[in-house]
């Protein structure tokens, strides 16, 4: 997941350190970026954010001692994988079944669950999404999944 910030303008800034907190922030941060590798980009891209869930980001803009020159507010995402209907984090046979349920009218799915399902981007949950689930899960076309980070 690419986390993205607007440059902070000070003259002693050294660069930036990343905060992580899943799936809320009172359940604690974590910093993901190194103490001392500071991020003198505008953006870091977080690779341990994976499976469906709320992950809060906050930046802080550091000098060379570590004094904090300003720090942002938490900001949300949610990330999932395009096939995964049953938002468990893993495309697999159960979201093949919860789409054909669906199509046929066996079972609802919520707003993330039809984002999730959609594995074509068509903005339609069929068949299609069926078979390129399918495809997917047994390695046809593992470079088509899409993963999706909602803000």
């Known amino acids: 997941m690419r986390v993205s910030w607007a440059v902070v303008e000070h003259p002693d800034l050294a660069g930036y350190v ?10 604690g941060w974590v910093q993901i970026t190194s103490d001392t590798e500071l991020i003198t980009d505008t953006f870091f891209l977080d690779t341990g954010a994976v499976g469906f869930y709320s992950f809060w980001y906050m930046v802080i803009a550091v000098d060379e001692p570590g004094n904090i020159l300003q720090q942002s507010d938490p ?3 949610i990330h999932y994988c395009h096939g995964d209907a049953d938002l468990s984090g893993v495309v697999d046979v159960s ?15 919520d707003y993330q669950q039809r984002r999730a399902a959609d594995a074509n981007l068509d903005g339609v949950v069929d068949v299609s999404d069926v078979v390129q689930t399918q495809r997917f899960i ?10 999706l980070v909602a803000q």
Do not use: W, Y
Not at 18 to 27: G, K, M, Q, Y
Not at 95 to 105: A, C, E, K, N, S
Not at 138 to 147: P, V
């Open 75 to 77: 900001k949300c995402t």
């Open 18 to 27: 990343v905060f992580r907190a899943s799936p809320n922030p009172t359940t």
């Open 138 to 147: 047994i390695e046809l076309d593992a470079q088509e999944a899409h993963c």
């Open 95 to 109: 979201d093949v079944v919860t789409m054909q349920r669906f199509i046929l009218g066996m079972e609802e799915l």
